[in-house]
């Protein structure tokens, strides 16, 4: 398989400095050389720079850096539309906001195929805030509102080409979520497994129904891994750590589902925050998690001494 590394050096979203510094810590925990050991061509296309910002004013004052973010969605739309034609695409973040960006071209390309976009979203939070609704103003907090398509965003966001419909996301290791959010993403119809589901019935139950789904309708899957999707004990790096996150062992799991399943057709790594992880070991996990879902098996890991 040709992969496709494609760096997205977002800080404008995040409340906190140093996410910009995450594609260059994919490299230096060998993510391109642990996937070029599975057998796959790997490419690393550079980091992809934002578009000239525009001027805008929005009622929200709140709002930071909105003219910031928007180059940034134009940039990456059509850095993931180009890099999803022939291969593989692994985004390395960058603030989530970049995913405003990364899943309305990786859209464009299924919709292009003829064929629906599926997004399974890890994360401790929803991202389902509208430029009208969020109150801290820091914009990795809006993009499933964006590209699914929900109002608040004309005028300002680009317009979405290929809107997903939010029944075909599926939200996955969620523990905190404003109560507008909450309205919001009920009216929309996302599958939510929150932490408590986990705990009840396992996570590979849920997500193996929502592969399922994505099989049946011969859709297309994106996948966008946060940091805060994993317990904070073993992945400190992120400025949003929310207690109770998955295990080193179930986000493997997903990982080698994902695997499995042969629908992931690409990848977003967002929130990391080298400034913040503890000797590279958040890097280093995330990386080894990407490996897992492009084919790295449990009894590949190498014993590791500390």
């Excluded at 790997?42 to 525009?54: E, F, I, L, N, Y």
Aim: aromatic residues 6%.
């Amino acid at each position: 398989m040709l992969v496709k590394l494609v760096g997205a050096p977002v800080q404008d979203g995040a409340g906190r400095k140093g996410c910009d510094m995450g594609p260059a810590a994919y490299r230096a925990a060998g993510l391109a050389e642990s996937l070029t050991e599975l057998g796959h061509q790997v490419v690393d296309t550079g980091d992809v720079k934002p578009m000239a910002p525009r001027q805008h004013s929005h009622p929200n004052k709140a709002i930071k850096k909105l003219d910031q973010t928007i180059a940034w969605i134009e940039a990456l739309d059509a850095a993931a539309f180009e890099a999803s034609d022939d291969g593989f695409p692994v985004f390395m973040g960058g603030d989530h906001s970049l995913s405003a960006g990364t899943v309305t071209g990786i859209a464009r390309r299924a919709q292009a195929q003829g064929r629906p976009l599926f997004v399974l979203w890890l994360d401790a939070h929803t991202d389902f805030h509208t430029l009208d609704t969020t109150g801290s103003g820091n914009l990795h907090g809006v993009p499933v509102a964006y590209f699914t398509g929900q109002p608040g965003f004309e005028g300002y966001f680009p317009d979405v080409v290929a809107p997903v419909d939010p029944n075909n996301v599926s939200m996955i290791g969620i523990r905190s979520v404003d109560p507008e959010e909450r309205r919001l993403i009920t009216a929309a119809g996302v599958d939510i497994v929150d932490m408590r589901m986990i705990d009840e019935e396992g996570i590979a139950a849920p997500l193996k129904r929502f592969l399922k789904k994505v099989k049946d309708a011969d859709g297309l899957l994106h996948v966008s891994l946060d940091v805060d999707f994993l317990d904070p004990a073993i992945a400190p790096a992120v400025g949003t750590t929310v207690p109770g996150g998955a295990t080193f062992r179930e986000a493997h799991l997903v990982m080698e589902l994902l695997h499995d399943s042969g629908l992931v057709t690409s990848l977003d790594l967002v929130e990391l925050n080298p400034f913040l992880d503890e000797r590279g070991r958040t890097a280093i996990l995330m990386a080894d998690l990407a490996a897992s879902l492009l084919g790295k098996q449990v009894m590949d890991r190498p014993t590791r001494s500390f």
